[in-house]
């Protein structure tokens, strides 16, 4: 498949009839005038960041369009690994990460941002929830992620810690209908990472102490280094880190 | 009881305007072209469409007033309902359809299936009782349509163009069953056919029903003799002579009528004659008809320029021709002439 | 055996075999992926029980309360002259049309804690109904009673009035004529649409858990249950899909066994 891909490709440096032969047999062609395409495949918590990276990369870089493919982490890795044409994976924990590494014998990716579980409350906190201990509270209908994705398991250990014995109303497939569930008043706190909460005003955040903090990590990887290198470059320089800080991320 | 009709209802662009009483043991049947609201007289006698006023009474139980807003639901007025086709209920026996009336009116199931299977071996048909409708002939169906429409001794019997589905033979047989079902009942009957058999055989008196009114009234022999519009003259007119069949001769009394061909096996019959196929002469006319008669003329009724000749002895007939035919011929009411028909004008039918 | 001479254009051969990959292919891929070695540990596992026992429960459930309340409502459309029967029927199917998601929305916006009837029944009885087993049949029969009622909704739009007007002149009340004519006579559709009720509420995803969430054993149905198993044990999704598949199949086929005799009356 890489080979075909390879020789299908049509670079800027092609010559105009090649790209004529190829476009009348129906292939994909970025000829000139045409930019190249890079297909960054991300995980749904960086969709904020991704829209600025890809911005300011495409202004850079005129020639090239990026497009951002967002999805859970473990959706894209399912994808890659059936042979979808990815430049950039961006994953939000190293497990589907080293998935990818080892299907496609990759070398070792870089943690880029890191991610810290809230607890997620009513805006004004009317129930008056400090900390993990509350969320055992018999009074309180909470909402957990699933422990089958990352935020899930995440929340889990961050419980365990703290000696919370919580019995959840409902564990969410993901973890922005952790956020949703509260902002809907249907449950009265829940467990998220900081980037799910920050900007919004329909909801609150109460920090977990450090002793019981979970961080989740975020690492990326240019699956082919020509076209998606410069991105991971972009992601991880002074201005992919501004970005990520205004969306709650924590950088290394 | 006696059972009287007073409908007034829209018919599309039409009106079905209808005055009638039947009276006790009457048959009454309602004739009429397609279109002219006999079905749609039938479905507002039973209940199941509303009138726009008149009423609608049986004895002294008012079925529908329009002026009083009252009205007897369909399943309250007891009536035996006979359909021109599908009567029966697909997914229930033969026994079961009959018997569907006395459950649904309260009789328990082993009881009600007492009183159907009565009812079938009144009419010969106690064999039918396991049978699925969908496996009975046109005949059969309509013979447990009867049965079923009577075995809760019903108020007052509704007949649908009962035989109009049917093939010949099986015609005269439902006609033979409905004669004997209906004679010596205290039960009015109202019957609807396009069907001119039927009325003539069938009737007591005949209504005949043109676009929603009643044209005429009266004992099919009365019609016959004096047609009051073309639909009845054509449809009415005809002779029927009663007899029994042995090949193809028809004899009636002493009077024998060649007959045109058919298949049925002989015995009781029905000849019908139009009254335009026979012929008059003064003298015995020679020739190709096989029917030649010598005959009396009872009385001559002029309508316009046709003219219709009643004939006595040794039957009675009725025949038309014109003014200008008659006068040729130059005999009158109680002059003797010869009459003459074509076998092959002449059918016969089942009795 | 003698078959009728086919009046249909042959060509027609070419787009029918091509539906019928597209419904046959995945299936058999599916059958042909699972990890059939595994097939005893799963059906064993405390969670598949938990999540077949709860699917089959509340799908169930969600039948006899869809024929409970959908029969009379596609008798109602079908026979009376209900103003504004049109737009009751299109509202009541409606359903059918949404993403299951945006279902599941819906019903939070109804019966939600915050929602104006969901907050009438927690302050009066102190029920909250999402998160609970009770969500899950709301969810399945808002999503899957529409297809009994359109199926039974026409069928009684079409079938001939002349066999119950006949039970009526025979003295049958109106139940009677229900029950011995009306229903007989539609038995098929009724069948077919109780099906189909079924196999869309045991089938169920997005409605269910937007608005019932997520809990084993209490919200957490077969089709829940198999997503999850799609994060980090593909081999147990597919196998649960396959469950899925063979339970469904085994129901139609019974099934059709029955429906054989509904339709031809009886007869072979």
Not at chain 2, 141 to 153: D, H, K, M, P, S
Not at chain 3, 221 to 226: D, N
Not at chain 3, 240 to 248: E, T
Request: glycine fraction near 10%.
């Amino acid at each position: 498949m890489p080979v075909v891909v390879d020789v299908l490709r049509c670079r800027l440096a092609a010559t105009i009839p090649l790209c004529a032969v190829l476009l009348t047999m129906g292939s994909a062609c970025s000829g000139p005038g045409a930019p190249e395409r890079v297909n960054v495949f991300a995980a749904a918590s960086l969709g904020a960041v991704m829209a600025e990276v890809e911005q300011l990369y495409e202004a850079a870089n005129p020639e090239v369009d990026v497009v951002v493919n967002l999805a859970g982490s473990s959706t894209l890795a399912a994808q890659i690994l059936a042979g979808a044409d990815a430049a950039v994976f961006a994953s939000a924990n190293t497990a589907q990460m080293d998935l990818v590494r080892d299907g496609l014998g990759l070398g070792p990716a870089t943690v880029f941002a890191t991610n810290e579980l809230v607890i997620v409350v009513a805006p004004g906190n009317p129930l008056e929830i400090t900390g993990p201990d509350d969320l055992s509270r018999s009074d309180l209908v909470v909402a957990l992620a699933a422990p089958e994705v990352p935020a899930g398991a995440y929340a889990m250990e961050m419980l365990r810690r703290a000696g919370a014995d919580v019995a959840p109303a409902t564990l969410e497939l993901d973890v922005r209908a952790v956020v949703t569930r509260v902002a809907l008043g249907e449950s009265d706190a829940g467990v998220a990472y900081r980037t799910d909460v920050i900007g919004r005003s329909d909801v609150a955040s109460v920090s977990v102490p450090d002793d019981y903090q979970v961080v989740a990590d975020y690492p990326v990887l240019a699956i082919d280094p020509e076209t998606g290198g410069p991105v991971v470059e972009m992601l991880t320089s002074a201005v992919g880190r501004a970005a990520l800080n205004d969306a709650g991320f924590g950088v290394p | 009881m006696s059972l009287a009709i007073t409908i007034r209802r829209a018919l599309g662009e039409r009106r079905l305007e209808v005055d009638l009483e039947i009276a006790d043991g009457e048959r009454l049947v309602v004739i009429g072209p397609n279109g002219a609201g006999k079905s749609s007289l039938l479905r507002s006698v039973a209940g199941l469409d509303p009138i726009d006023s008149g009423r609608v009474t049986f004895g002294d139980e008012i079925w529908d007033d329009a002026a009083t807003g009252e009205h007897r639901p369909v399943e309250s007025r007891r009536l035996g309902v006979v359909p021109q086709r599908d009567a029966l209920l697909a997914h229930l026996n033969v026994l079961d359809n009959v018997a569907y009336g006395p459950r649904s009116q309260g009789v328990s199931r082993r009881e009600a299936r007492r009183r159907a299977h009565r009812e079938l071996e009144r009419f010969h048909i106690g064999h039918l009782a396991d049978a699925r409708p969908r496996s009975l002939s046109g005949g059969e169906a309509q013979r447990v349509a009867i049965a079923r429409a009577l075995v809760a001794e019903p108020t007052a019997l509704l007949l649908d163009e009962p035989t109009s589905a049917l093939d010949l033979a099986a015609k005269a047989g439902v006609r033979a069953l409905l004669t004997a079902a209906t004679t010596a009942t205290a039960r009015p009957s109202l019957i609807v056919t396009h069907d001119a058999v039927d009325a003539l055989t069938l009737g007591d008196r005949i209504a005949v029903l043109e676009e929603g009114q009643i044209t005429q009234i009266g004992t099919g022999r009365e019609l016959a003799a004096a047609p009051r519009t073309g639909y009845v003259a054509e449809l009415l007119g005809i002779n029927l002579i009663r007899g029994s069949l042995n090949g193809s001769t028809l004899t009636s009394g002493n009077f024998e009528l060649t007959v045109g061909a058919h298949d049925l096996p002989g015995g009781e019959a029905i000849a019908t004659v139009r009254p335009r196929s026979i012929s008059l002469h003064r003298a015995r006319p020679e020739g190709s008809p096989r029917n030649v008669w010598q005959s009396r003329i009872s009385s001559i009724d002029r309508t316009a320029d046709r003219v219709r000749v009643r004939l006595v002895d040794p039957v009675e007939i009725v025949v038309e021709l014109t003014a200008a035919g008659l006068d040729a011929i130059g005999v009158g009411e109680g002059g003797e002439v010869w009459a003459s028909v074509k076998a092959s004008e002449v059918s016969v039918t089942g009795g | 055996m003698s078959r009728r001479p086919s009046t249909i254009p042959r060509l027609l051969i070419v787009p029918a075999g091509l539906a019928v990959a597209l419904f046959a292919l995945p299936i058999l891929a599916l059958i042909a992926r699972a990890p059939w070695g595994e097939l005893t540990s799963i059906l064993s596992d405390d969670d598949t029980g938990r999540a077949v026992g709860l699917s089959l429960v509340t799908s169930l459930i969600t039948t006899g309360i869809a024929l409970a309340i959908g029969v009379p409502l596609a008798l109602v459309l079908a026979r009376t002259r209900l103003p504004g029967r049109r737009i009751i029927l299109a509202v009541c199917t409606l359903s059918m049309v949404l993403p299951p998601v945006v279902a599941g929305v819906a019903l939070l916006s109804v019966l939600g804690r915050r929602a104006p009837l969901g907050r009438l029944l927690d302050d009066w009885f102190g029920v909250t109904v999402p998160f609970t087993g009770a969500a899950v049949v709301i969810a399945q029969l808002f999503v899957a009673m529409p297809f009994l009622v359109i199926t039974l909704e026409s069928a009684l739009g079409s079938v001939d009035r002349g066999p119950e007007e006949m039970a009526r002149a025979l003295g049958a009340r109106p139940w009677r004529v229900l029950t011995t004519v009306t229903v007989p006579s539609v038995r098929s559709a009724l069948l077919a649409g109780t099906v189909l009720t079924w196999a869309r509420a045991i089938g169920e995803f997005g409605a269910t858990i937007t608005f019932a969430g997520n809990l084993p054993g209490v919200t957490r149905t077969l089709p829940t249950e198999t997503y999850l198993a799609l994060q980090n044990s593909p081999d147990r999704a597919l196998m649960l899909a396959v469950i899925q598949v063979g339970v469904c199949l085994a129901v139609l086929i019974a099934l059709r066994r029955r429906w054989v005799p509904a339709i031809t009356g009886g007869r072979p």
